[in-house]
């Protein structure tokens, strides 16, 4: 059982829709992540959050669009995405912005993203 | 890019040992390994981190050599529930900030 919650588990939308992901945690962490994985690739690193404010941006397109609205949700606004963008978007936090320590990141189980 | 190498993939009998090896040859000395796993449609689980010294949990045991330069992920009594991409990961340093950069990983296959 994961303790990072991410919904919807599946989403297809058509290239013109807007969408958000969702993703909960209630570890007490103060950094959440947003990666995307393409199938049979390892993930990579979206989005940083740490304490709230955007810390890392991959240069992400902007179709793609991050919101933290408290310490426990992180939010993922979809606009006009291309088939390619296709993935699983997983959803991660740790105790702090991994920079700044240790502490493992903990993975929610994503959301598989279908782009029609 | 990613900062460890592993095996492209590894079988181990059900019951048995897993011995999953990487290297880290320019790993520097305040940075931790790390070791995920992730089973099919799942998200990625951390399994266990170390710096220095061996580590020990419920899950598996960490080896680090003595240079840091490489090290051994002991899973004791693979079950085939263990069957995964296992991943070993040190933070890379670009830009001025740190973050995790996963590699290909090791696909574990424990057989019956």
């Known amino acids: 059982d994961t303790e990072v919650t991410q919904t919807p588990k599946h989403l297809v939308m058509g290239m013109t829709n807007k969408k958000s992901l969702k993703c909960e945690q209630h570890m007490g962490h103060r950094a959440m992540y947003w990666y995307k994985q393409k199938a049979k690739k390892p993930p990579e690193l979206m989005f940083v959050?740490?304490?709230?404010?955007?810390?890392i941006n991959e240069s992400v397109p902007s179709r793609f669009s991050p919101e933290c609205p408290n310490s426990s949700l992180l939010n993922l606004h979809l606009h006009a995405l291309q088939p390619e963008d296709s993935a699983l978007y997983l959803c991660?936090?740790?105790?702090?912005?991994f920079g700044t320590g240790n502490q493992p990141q903990h993975f929610g189980d994503g959301t598989r993203l279908s782009i029609l | 890019d990613a900062k460890t190498t592993q095996p492209t993939s590894m079988d181990c009998a059900e019951g048995r040992a897993a011995n999953l090896p990487c290297n880290h040859s320019?790993?520097?000395?305040?940075?931790?390994v790390y070791w995920y796993r992730q089973i099919h449609s799942q998200g990625p689980q951390y399994i266990i981190h170390?710096?220095?010294n061996n580590e020990t949990n419920e899950m598996a045991s960490l080896i680090i050599t003595e240079d840091r330069k490489s090290s051994t992920l002991i899973l004791p009594h693979a079950t085939l529930r263990d069957t995964a991409v296992y991943y070993c990961i040190v933070r890379v340093r670009q830009g001025g900030s740190e973050k995790l950069v996963f590699g290909k990983g090791t696909k574990l296959t424990v057989n019956p």
């Open positions: 991660a936090s740790s105790q702090d912005w």
């Open positions: 170390g710096l220095k």
């Open positions: 320019t790993i520097s000395g305040n940075e931790y």
């Open positions: 959050y740490s304490y709230e404010k955007l810390s």
